[in-house]
């Protein structure tokens, strides 16, 4: 949280069980999120099966969702590889129209996120670059609005059997990249799956 996030952002935290229909959310500063009385919590939870989830964007202070109209600054360029990961970081590596990813997040085995850290994006431009990016990569289409959570790092991924262990690789964390580092924005074309 202190390496993607600013001290005074404001965070979502969603919890979901796929034993229970239990779900919970929070909505708050980062330091609040990071203290040890908030973290103990979230280990209990997670140890219940209960999955941890974090915005990949900010919430605007004492907004208490997070909705659309909720979301305080766009603080990443977000792909979710829900199948074949390596592939997917392979055709990222690969473009030349694409800076290097800040960090990727491997949620289960061959299941990544792939961040980049950004200013100058609003809430529009970011979901039109996600979804030229997510058709092109052949990334979730689905994961693309800019109120889009992500599995919290350091907690286990409960959805399959098999816990998973969530990490995250950090890569070029210092660098916050604008919509000029990115390709533009085609005109919308409909997304196929064919």
């Known amino acids: ?26 909505v708050g500063p980062v330091p609040w999120v990071q203290s040890e009385r908030f973290q103990r919590w ?30 305080g600054a766009v ?18 590596n690969e473009r030349r129209d694409l800076p290097s ?8 085995p061959n299941r990544v996120h792939v961040f980049w850290r950004v200013k100058g994006f609003d809430r529009e431009s ?3 670059l996600q979804k030229q990016l997510a058709r092109e990569l052949r990334t979730d289409p689905a994961a693309t609005p800019v109120t889009q959570n992500t ?3 350091g907690f286990f991924n409960h959805k399959r059997a098999e816990p998973h262990l969530v990490t995250i690789e950090f890569l070029n964390v210092d660098v916050i990249y604008g919509p000029e580092n990115f390709p533009p924005v085609k005109e919308a074309v409909a997304w196929s799956q064919s």
């Open 1 to 26: 949280l202190r390496t993607v996030f600013e001290p005074n952002d404001w965070v979502a935290v969603f919890l979901k069980s796929y034993d229970r229909t239990g779900v919970a959310q929070r």
């Open 42 to 71: 979230l280990r209990a939870m997670n140890a219940r099966k209960y999955n941890v989830f974090v915005s990949v964007n900010t919430i605007a202070p004492g907004r208490r969702s997070r909705t659309r109209d909720a979301i």
């Open 75 to 92: 603080r990443h360029v977000f792909l979710d590889a829900d199948n074949d990961g390596t592939s997917v970081l392979s055709r990222v």
């Open 101 to 108: 990813p800040s960090y990727v997040l491997h949620s289960s």
């Open 126 to 128: 970011v979901e039109r």
């Open 151 to 153: 599995r919290l790092p």
